[in-house]
């Protein structure tokens, strides 16, 4: 593995983050999906890729939202297309990976059928960020308040599986 690489992992949900990591150093830039222009997203990330080579972006393989109104559902297929679309113009190939894929590879202990609903994502949440800091232990995955930035660790998670496939 070249010492020069980064990959990149995106959740793409509108509280999403675009992770930038560096396997060689263990070092994750973050970058917010919230920017209040799109074009500030593409220059930061262009910023963070100079001297470095990127061999792909994995982005997570997400769908509408079962239950939510169709005016949710708009907005987070606005918000994924959006974010296709500023990461598309970088000319790196891009790669999409399903939650349940990513999850395993990275080696997330997925809760059991038993559990369903709310407990279930709150538990599903924490076996990521359990995963996150024991692989990249330096790497801040919470907020100003000290709660978990879920977008944070998600991308975080999806940068390694990228890495993890095109090392």
């Known amino acids: 593995m070249s010492h020069n690489n980064i990959f990149i992992g995106v959740d793409p949900g509108a509280t999403g983050y675009i992770c930038l ?15 209040d222009h799109p074009s500030q997203i593409f220059n930061e990330v262009k910023a963070h890729l100079q001297g470095f080579h990127c061999p792909m972006i994995m982005i997570e393989d997400v769908h509408s939202i079962f239950g939510a109104s169709a005016k949710s559902n708009f907005q987070f297929g606005r918000n994924v297309g959006l974010i296709h679309g500023i990461l598309g113009i970088t000319h790196i190939g891009i790669d999409l990976v399903s939650p349940k894929l990513w999850q ?12 369903k609903g709310a407990t279930r994502k709150k538990m599903l ?4 960020a359990d995963t996150c800091k024991r692989l990249y232990p330096a790497v801040n ?6 709660g978990l930035i879920d977008g944070k660790s998600d991308a975080l998670m999806i940068a390694h599986y990228c890495y993890l496939k095109y090392k």
Do not use: C, D, W
């Not at 060689?24 to 917010?32: C, G």
């Not at 949440?125 to 990521?128: H, T, W």
């Not at 995955?141 to 000290?146: A, E, F, M, N, T």
């Open 125 to 128: 949440k924490q076996a990521v």
């Open 21 to 35: 990591l560096r396997p060689s150093t263990s070092e994750a830039y973050f970058i917010s999906n919230s920017f």
């Open 141 to 146: 995955i919470y907020g100003l308040r000290g």
């Open 104 to 115: 395993k590879e990275v080696g997330i202990k997925i809760p059991g059928p038993k559990f």
